[in-house]
């Protein structure tokens, strides 16, 4: 079975602030991990996933992600925080043909 | 593409009125998900159908609710007899297929709803 982490459900950080947003995951085959942002009053929207090819995965927005399979982490990053980035953040894993499992979230705040 | 449209954005009844959700997927997906997202349990799956038939409806709360999916481009999540605790923002999706390399699941942009 599969099963997402989100550490920290709120992170703060200064605008032009690295912003790191961790996950980890547990699955019993190679998983599908995804990153969805959710901004105010909207659904959520795919910032990347990561699919068994490169584990560096580049997303919207100057978002990006490793998947390190050692330490079981899919943690998302921006090196240069702007006040529009600021959205609760889901991690979701799944595995080919069964289903999404989200994380709980995690709430960006950037501060000016 | 329209992406995934759900009616009404917004919501208001009183407890016990019977409520309706609709939901039109993107054209030529397979799949539809319902969710329900609250500040206290977060987001939660409540069923998904796969080519209009319900594959797993664990996450319906209890009888209350009732999904159905009469065609491809229609659903609907309904919720009879409504309750204040029932208050969230409630979220259909769909994808091409169940999870996968390019199975993303796409939003759309919810109903709040708020039982008095």
């Known amino acids: 079975a599969q099963s997402v982490t989100q550490l920290g459900s709120h992170v703060s950080v200064s605008e032009g602030a690295l912003v790191l947003l961790r996950c980890n995951y547990s699955s019993s085959v190679p998983p599908y991990l995804f990153w969805y942002v959710q901004y105010p009053n909207q659904g959520l929207q795919l910032l990347l996933k990561?699919?068994?090819?490169?584990?560096l995965v580049k997303g919207i927005n100057g978002f990006e992600a490793e998947f390190k399979k050692s330490e079981t982490s899919f943690h998302l990053t921006k090196p240069s925080a702007h006040m529009s980035d600021a959205a609760e953040y889901f991690c979701a894993v799944s595995d080919p043909g069964n289903q999404f499992y989200f994380g709980t979230g995690t709430s960006l705040t950037v501060i000016p | 593409d329209a992406g995934v449209i759900q009616s009404p954005r917004h919501e208001v009844t009183e407890m016990g009125q019977e409520v309706t959700l609709r939901c039109k997927p993107i054209?030529?997906?397979?799949?539809l998900f319902w969710y329900r997202q609250t500040m206290m349990r977060g987001l939660e799956l409540l069923i998904y159908f796969n080519n209009n038939v319900p594959i797993d409806d664990s996450g319906m709360p209890e009888d209350r609710f009732s999904a159905k999916m009469p065609n491809a481009s229609f659903s609907t999540l309904k919720i009879q007899p409504s309750e204040p605790r029932d208050s969230a923002v409630y979220f259909c999706a769909s994808s091409l297929r169940l999870a996968g390399a390019t199975d993303t699941q796409y939003f759309g942009p919810g109903t709040r709803l708020t039982v008095l």
């Open positions: 990561y699919t068994s090819a490169a584990t």
């Open positions: 054209s030529g997906h397979d799949y």
